[in-house]
Protein backbone atom coordinates (compact mmCIF):
# COMPACT_ATOMS: atom_id res chain seq x y z
CA UNK A 1 0.00 0.00 0.00
CA UNK A 2 2.61 2.42 0.83
CA UNK A 3 4.30 1.66 -2.94
CA UNK A 4 1.45 2.44 -4.38
CA UNK A 5 0.63 5.60 -2.24
CA UNK A 6 4.23 6.77 -2.86
CA UNK A 7 3.70 6.29 -7.08
CA UNK A 8 0.84 8.29 -6.80
CA UNK A 9 2.16 11.12 -5.56
CA UNK A 10 5.06 10.97 -7.87
CA UNK A 11 2.13 10.72 -10.73
CA UNK A 12 0.78 14.31 -9.30
CA UNK A 13 3.70 15.46 -9.14
CA UNK A 14 4.88 15.07 -12.60
CA UNK A 15 1.28 16.28 -13.69
CA UNK A 16 1.76 19.95 -12.15
CA UNK A 17 4.86 20.20 -13.33
CA UNK A 18 3.85 19.46 -16.51
CA UNK A 19 0.67 21.71 -16.11
CA UNK A 20 3.26 24.70 -14.56
CA UNK A 21 5.64 24.33 -17.86
CA UNK A 22 2.17 25.12 -19.97
CA UNK A 23 1.68 28.17 -18.41
CA UNK A 24 4.67 29.37 -20.13
CA UNK A 25 4.59 28.58 -23.72
CA UNK A 26 7.70 29.23 -25.46
CA UNK A 27 8.68 29.86 -29.60
CA UNK A 28 10.56 27.02 -31.31
CA UNK A 29 12.72 28.13 -34.43
CA UNK A 30 13.46 25.50 -37.46
CA UNK A 31 14.15 26.00 -41.28
CA UNK A 32 12.92 24.98 -44.31
CA UNK A 33 10.76 21.78 -45.07
CA UNK A 34 10.19 20.85 -48.24
CA UNK A 35 7.30 19.36 -47.66
CA UNK A 36 8.75 16.91 -45.88
CA UNK A 37 7.57 15.44 -43.34
CA UNK A 38 10.83 13.97 -40.98
CA UNK A 39 10.74 17.21 -39.26
CA UNK A 40 7.49 16.42 -37.39
CA UNK A 41 9.03 13.01 -36.03
CA UNK A 42 12.54 13.87 -35.14
CA UNK A 43 13.33 13.16 -31.77
CA UNK A 44 14.00 17.12 -31.70
CA UNK A 45 10.10 17.80 -32.32
CA UNK A 46 9.55 16.12 -28.74
CA UNK A 47 10.56 19.37 -26.76
CA UNK A 48 7.69 21.13 -29.14
CA UNK A 49 4.93 21.31 -26.33
CA UNK A 50 0.78 21.74 -25.53
CA UNK A 51 0.62 25.86 -26.34
CA UNK A 52 3.84 26.66 -27.72
CA UNK A 53 4.53 27.73 -31.64
CA UNK A 54 7.01 26.57 -34.00
CA UNK A 55 7.86 29.25 -36.54
CA UNK A 56 9.49 28.04 -39.84
CA UNK A 57 11.94 29.65 -42.06
CA UNK A 58 10.11 29.72 -45.33
CA UNK A 59 10.20 27.05 -47.81
CA UNK A 60 7.64 25.22 -46.07
CA UNK A 61 6.59 23.36 -49.22
CA UNK A 62 3.04 21.37 -47.82
CA UNK A 63 1.10 23.74 -50.63
CA UNK A 64 2.65 22.56 -53.71
CA UNK A 65 0.07 21.04 -55.90
CA UNK A 66 -3.36 20.70 -53.73
CA UNK A 67 -3.88 16.95 -54.08
CA UNK A 68 -5.25 14.56 -51.69
CA UNK A 69 -1.68 13.45 -49.65
CA UNK A 70 -0.91 16.85 -49.33
CA UNK A 71 -3.93 17.96 -48.05
CA UNK A 72 -3.95 15.13 -45.44
CA UNK A 73 -0.54 16.39 -44.03
CA UNK A 74 -1.39 19.49 -43.53
CA UNK A 75 -5.07 18.16 -42.06
CA UNK A 76 -2.40 16.27 -39.40
CA UNK A 77 0.09 19.48 -39.36
CA UNK A 78 -3.22 21.79 -38.18
CA UNK A 79 -3.98 19.19 -35.45
CA UNK A 80 -1.05 19.04 -33.67
CA UNK A 81 -0.44 20.26 -29.98
CA UNK A 82 1.24 23.52 -30.46
CA UNK A 83 0.66 26.18 -33.66
CA UNK A 84 2.78 25.62 -36.73
CA UNK A 85 3.76 29.24 -38.33
CA UNK A 86 5.78 29.95 -41.52
CA UNK A 87 6.82 32.51 -43.90
CA UNK A 88 7.29 31.85 -47.59
CA UNK A 89 10.56 30.69 -49.19
CA UNK A 90 11.14 30.75 -53.12
CA UNK A 91 9.72 27.41 -53.50
CA UNK A 92 6.01 27.98 -52.62
CA UNK A 93 2.54 27.67 -55.28
CA UNK A 94 1.82 31.08 -54.12
CA UNK A 95 -1.51 30.67 -56.27
CA UNK A 96 -2.23 27.85 -53.73
CA UNK A 97 -1.49 29.49 -50.97
CA UNK A 98 -3.68 32.76 -52.22
CA UNK A 99 -6.77 30.57 -51.99
CA UNK A 100 -6.62 30.35 -47.96
CA UNK A 101 -8.30 32.93 -45.86
CA UNK A 102 -6.36 35.96 -44.19
CA UNK A 103 -7.66 36.29 -40.91
CA UNK A 104 -5.89 38.28 -37.87
CA UNK A 105 -4.10 37.01 -35.84
CA UNK A 106 -1.92 37.38 -32.73
CA UNK A 107 -1.87 41.21 -33.92
CA UNK A 108 -1.01 41.05 -37.35
CA UNK A 109 -2.38 39.45 -40.50
CA UNK A 110 -1.83 35.67 -41.37
CA UNK A 111 -3.19 33.12 -43.80
CA UNK A 112 -5.33 30.24 -41.98
CA UNK A 113 -3.95 26.50 -43.78
CA UNK A 114 -5.63 24.42 -41.36
CA UNK A 115 -6.56 24.38 -37.18
CA UNK A 116 -3.66 25.72 -35.49
CA UNK A 117 -1.19 25.60 -39.30
CA UNK A 118 -0.97 29.69 -40.52
CA UNK A 119 1.38 31.63 -42.71
CA UNK A 120 2.74 34.46 -41.74
CA UNK A 121 2.37 37.37 -43.84
CA UNK A 122 5.19 39.73 -45.21
CA UNK A 123 5.56 42.71 -43.55
CA UNK A 124 3.35 41.78 -40.25
CA UNK A 125 4.61 42.28 -36.45
CA UNK A 126 3.12 39.93 -34.37
CA UNK A 127 3.25 39.29 -30.50
CA UNK A 128 3.43 35.20 -29.84
CA UNK A 129 4.47 34.72 -26.45
CA UNK A 130 4.38 38.01 -25.35
CA UNK A 131 7.67 38.60 -27.84
CA UNK A 132 7.36 40.85 -30.77
CA UNK A 133 8.19 38.94 -34.16
CA UNK A 134 8.50 41.04 -37.21
CA UNK A 135 7.82 37.98 -40.42
CA UNK A 136 9.40 38.54 -43.87
CA UNK A 137 9.35 35.82 -46.12
CA UNK A 138 10.42 35.87 -50.13
CA UNK A 139 13.10 35.88 -51.91
CA UNK A 140 14.93 35.13 -54.88
CA UNK A 141 15.23 31.34 -56.58
CA UNK A 142 18.60 30.23 -57.26
CA UNK A 143 17.39 27.84 -60.04
CA UNK A 144 15.01 30.43 -61.25
CA UNK A 145 15.75 30.09 -65.26
CA UNK A 146 15.04 26.40 -64.48
CA UNK A 147 11.97 26.74 -62.72
CA UNK A 148 10.71 29.13 -65.73
CA UNK A 149 10.95 26.66 -68.52
CA UNK A 150 9.31 24.12 -65.88
CA UNK A 151 6.45 26.69 -64.85
CA UNK A 152 7.08 26.57 -61.43
CA UNK A 153 8.44 30.00 -60.42
CA UNK A 154 6.22 33.11 -59.91
CA UNK A 155 7.25 36.48 -60.01
CA UNK A 156 5.77 37.50 -56.87
CA UNK A 157 8.65 34.87 -54.91
CA UNK A 158 10.40 38.38 -54.64
CA UNK A 159 8.85 40.75 -52.69
CA UNK A 160 7.18 43.79 -54.19
CA UNK A 161 8.09 47.87 -52.43
CA UNK A 162 4.62 47.72 -51.43
CA UNK A 163 5.13 44.81 -48.76
CA UNK A 164 8.21 46.38 -48.17
CA UNK A 165 6.79 50.24 -47.29
CA UNK A 166 3.93 48.04 -45.40
CA UNK A 167 6.64 46.51 -43.16
CA UNK A 168 8.24 49.55 -42.16
CA UNK A 169 4.96 51.06 -41.31
CA UNK A 170 4.38 48.26 -39.39
CA UNK A 171 7.76 47.96 -37.34
CA UNK A 172 7.78 51.97 -37.39
CA UNK A 173 4.05 51.26 -35.25
CA UNK A 174 6.02 49.08 -33.14
CA UNK A 175 8.65 51.74 -32.26
CA UNK A 176 11.50 49.80 -34.65
CA UNK A 177 11.81 47.21 -31.96
CA UNK A 178 10.97 43.73 -31.68
CA UNK A 179 12.34 40.79 -30.29
CA UNK A 180 12.47 38.44 -32.99
CA UNK A 181 12.95 38.95 -36.93
CA UNK A 182 12.35 35.99 -39.12
CA UNK A 183 12.84 35.56 -42.61
CA UNK A 184 13.81 33.44 -45.44
CA UNK A 185 16.75 34.73 -47.04
CA UNK A 186 19.54 36.63 -44.79
CA UNK A 187 20.27 39.83 -43.47
CA UNK A 188 23.23 41.21 -46.16
CA UNK A 189 26.26 40.93 -44.53
CA UNK A 190 25.78 38.74 -42.06
CA UNK A 191 27.76 35.77 -43.68
CA UNK A 192 30.67 37.68 -44.36
CA UNK A 193 30.93 40.65 -42.42
CA UNK A 194 30.72 42.64 -45.19
CA UNK A 195 27.92 45.15 -47.31
CA UNK A 196 30.64 45.73 -50.29
CA UNK A 197 28.33 44.66 -53.04
CA UNK A 198 27.43 46.18 -55.44
CA UNK A 199 24.70 44.41 -57.17
CA UNK A 200 21.64 44.29 -54.30
CA UNK A 201 18.78 42.95 -54.75
CA UNK A 202 15.42 45.27 -53.91
CA UNK A 203 14.99 42.46 -51.06
CA UNK A 204 18.65 42.51 -49.58
CA UNK A 205 18.09 46.90 -49.46
CA UNK A 206 14.91 46.94 -47.78
CA UNK A 207 16.69 44.37 -45.15
CA UNK A 208 19.69 47.10 -44.70
CA UNK A 209 17.19 49.27 -44.11
CA UNK A 210 15.72 46.78 -41.29
CA UNK A 211 19.34 46.30 -39.97
CA UNK A 212 19.99 50.07 -39.43
CA UNK A 213 16.69 51.52 -37.96
CA UNK A 214 15.24 48.53 -36.07
CA UNK A 215 16.43 47.38 -32.63
CA UNK A 216 16.03 43.41 -32.33
CA UNK A 217 17.45 40.48 -30.43
CA UNK A 218 17.81 37.64 -33.25
CA UNK A 219 17.17 37.44 -36.87
CA UNK A 220 16.62 33.51 -37.51
CA UNK A 221 16.76 32.98 -41.70
CA UNK A 222 16.39 29.49 -43.11
CA UNK A 223 17.47 29.68 -46.58
CA UNK A 224 21.02 28.81 -46.59
CA UNK A 225 20.43 25.37 -45.20
CA UNK A 226 23.07 25.17 -42.49
CA UNK A 227 22.31 25.47 -38.71
CA UNK A 228 25.09 27.97 -37.34
CA UNK A 229 25.11 31.14 -35.14
CA UNK A 230 26.76 33.21 -37.44
CA UNK A 231 26.57 36.05 -35.06
CA UNK A 232 25.52 36.78 -31.53
CA UNK A 233 21.95 38.16 -32.99
CA UNK A 234 21.75 36.45 -36.57
CA UNK A 235 21.17 32.33 -36.98
CA UNK A 236 20.70 30.24 -39.95
CA UNK A 237 18.86 27.49 -39.07
CA UNK A 238 18.04 24.57 -40.98
CA UNK A 239 17.32 20.89 -39.79
CA UNK A 240 17.35 21.90 -36.01
CA UNK A 241 14.60 22.80 -33.79
CA UNK A 242 15.81 25.86 -31.71
CA UNK A 243 13.81 27.72 -28.75
CA UNK A 244 14.01 31.28 -29.55
CA UNK A 245 14.62 32.68 -26.48
CA UNK A 246 18.29 31.17 -24.55
CA UNK A 247 17.32 29.14 -21.68
CA UNK A 248 17.93 30.32 -18.36
CA UNK A 249 20.94 29.05 -16.54
CA UNK A 250 20.83 26.26 -14.40
CA UNK A 251 20.76 27.27 -10.33
CA UNK A 252 23.10 25.82 -8.17
CA UNK A 253 21.71 23.58 -5.09
CA UNK A 254 24.55 24.10 -3.22
CA UNK A 255 27.00 26.94 -2.38
CA UNK A 256 26.81 30.57 -4.37
Request: aromatic share 12%; proline share 5%; with cysteine.
Amino acid sequence: MRKIKRRNEILTIGKRRRAKLEEFAVIYITGDTHGETARFHSPEIKKVGKGDTLLICGDFGFLWDGGPAERKAIKKLGSRKYTVAFVDGTHENFDLLATYPVVDWNGGKARHISGGLYHLLRGQVYTIEGKKVFAFGGGESDEKQLRIRAGKWWPCEMPSRDEMRAGLENLRAAGFTVDYIVTHEPPPGVEFGSFGSENRTPLELFFMQVLKQVAYQKWFFGSRHIDRRITSKNYAVFSRILPAEDPPPRRRLFGR
